[in-house]
């Protein structure tokens, strides 16, 4: 057994990664985060991301109980509704979600940069920016070097690569694990959330998680996101004290442009898209999502006519491919580095949030000297690829994530949607199978080892 506790080198300051250092520094145990944004604003991170009971339960277990309690103060307002509407933005089912009552047993609405501040604070002596791994070096002594584009460099005990769906760290380590084009492109745009853009909504889409099921392979995904603070970063009248109490004394704030907005995104088969798609940018984009939506319902296209132009991205969807077990060594993976997986099922972030509780506690137990920091990591990564891979493979076949699936075909393609629909509809309608249907959602987003 190791003599003294490791010391942890995480590359990349995302979720799961920072996840795992609080956890880490929370058990005593010696960590440092290598991230290659040059300060904690930067990065287009403002988009929606649902974190479930999994990844709640992750942030409780990882975090200072007073920075979970911000992690809840800073979330959006809550969904009361999942609802499936066509392009006309006509109804075709909508389920009732679990109030959020319960700090984790709940679905909650997150801002990524929002999140990424919570995260961040109170990390300033762990966290360092504007740092570009370039390689590593596995030593005799058990230890383990990065090194950085600055040419600076830094040993510790375990590299743990948290450097997303590109991630260099894997590309060494791991060069046969490769993640491969899903065949779909999203275009994502948000909205600043205004009287009349909240006019242009019925009150069920305003309270909900939309997909829109639209004809000729066109879907879509809508969010309001609604925060306890105002266009000028100033809490709203009616703020619970206690939580006012939290934001008010939280400095994240002041880093975080986060505000009230409407997220819609517009996916579909790469096919549809112009050729040079992931070059366009501002102005260009949006044009782009009117002209695939120009059979939709006027609401939803002002909604993208009215959208930031600065905001607005294109994503190529990517997937990893499954990997084989691998001997375990100083270097282990964790969420998109290892495990990317298309938004499908909304569980990526959820994903790599379980994957740093799990690594924390199998760390934490090597500290203890209850095992080997070599065993430690075998036991994570036993545990961490079974249940990573099981929901690339779910992701990928849900919700037309893949450009193959039958949804985008010419004429089978009509019958795909109609039978979408129907199920949804029929679903929705009967008692015992929307119940069923909501309990299965937060027993799958609830999961946990």
Not at 175 to 182: G, S, W, Y
């Amino acid at each position: 057994m190791s003599a003294r506790p490791p010391h942890v080198l995480i590359i990349g300051a995302g979720t799961g990664g920072m996840c795992l250092a609080h956890g880490l520094r929370r058990a005593g145990l010696s960590v440092a985060v290598y991230e290659r944004h040059r300060t904690r604003a930067d990065g287009l991170l403002g988009y929606r991301v649902g974190i479930g009971p999994t990844g709640s339960r992750a942030l409780r277990e990882c975090l200072p109980p007073e920075l979970f309690a911000i992690y809840l103060a800073t979330c959006a307002r809550s969904p009361r509704w999942f609802n499936i509407i066509t392009q006309r933005m006509r109804q075709t089912a909508s389920f009732e979600l679990r109030p959020d009552t319960h700090p984790v047993d709940t679905e909650r609405s997150v801002a990524r940069m929002t999140l990424r501040q919570v995260l961040l604070t109170g990390m300033a002596d762990v966290v360092h920016f504007d740092k570009t791994f370039t390689r590593y070096e596995q030593r005799d002594d058990g230890t383990v070097t990065a090194y950085f584009a600055d040419g600076s460099s830094a040993t510790g005990d375990l590299l743990v690569a948290a450097d997303g769906t590109h991630s260099a760290v894997r590309r060494q380590y791991l060069p046969h694990a490769v993640t491969r084009d899903a065949g779909t492109i999203n275009i994502a745009t948000r909205i600043p959330l205004t009287p009349h853009t909240r006019s242009l909504l019925p009150e069920r889409l305003q309270r909900g998680i939309s997909l829109i099921f639209g004809v000729g392979g066109m879907m879509g995904v809508l969010h309001v996101m609604e925060f306890k603070w105002d266009a000028d970063g100033r809490l709203k009248p009616g703020v619970d004290d206690a939580d006012a109490d939290l934001l008010s004394g939280w400095k994240g704030l002041a880093h975080d442009p986060t505000r009230d907005n409407i997220n819609l995104v517009v996916w579909s088969t790469a096919r549809r898209f112009p050729a040079d798609v992931l070059q366009r940018r501002g102005e260009d984009l949006v044009q782009v999502a009117l002209d695939l939506t120009s059979n939709w319902h006027p609401h939803l296209r002002e909604l993208f006519a009215r959208s930031d132009p600065d905001s607005a991205l294109p994503i190529r969807v990517s997937t990893s491919e499954p990997v084989p077990p691998w001997k375990s060594s100083t270097v282990t993976l964790l969420g998109d580095a290892i495990h990317t997986m298309t938004p499908g099922r909304g569980v990526g972030a959820n994903t790599a949030l379980r994957d740093a509780a799990l690594l924390c506690r199998q760390i934490r137990l090597a500290a203890a000297g209850d095992k080997t920091l070599l065993q430690a990591v075998a036991d994570y990564e036993t545990a961490m690829v079974p249940y990573g891979f099981a929901r690339v493979a779910d992701s990928l076949n849900r919700s037309g994530t893949n450009g193959d699936d039958r949804m985008y075909k010419p004429v089978v393609g009509r019958v795909a949607l109609l039978g979408a629909r129907g199920y949804f509809g029929v679903t929705s309608r009967v008692p015992r199978l929307r119940r069923k249907f909501v309990d299965d959602f937060y027993t799958y987003r609830g999961e946990e080892d």
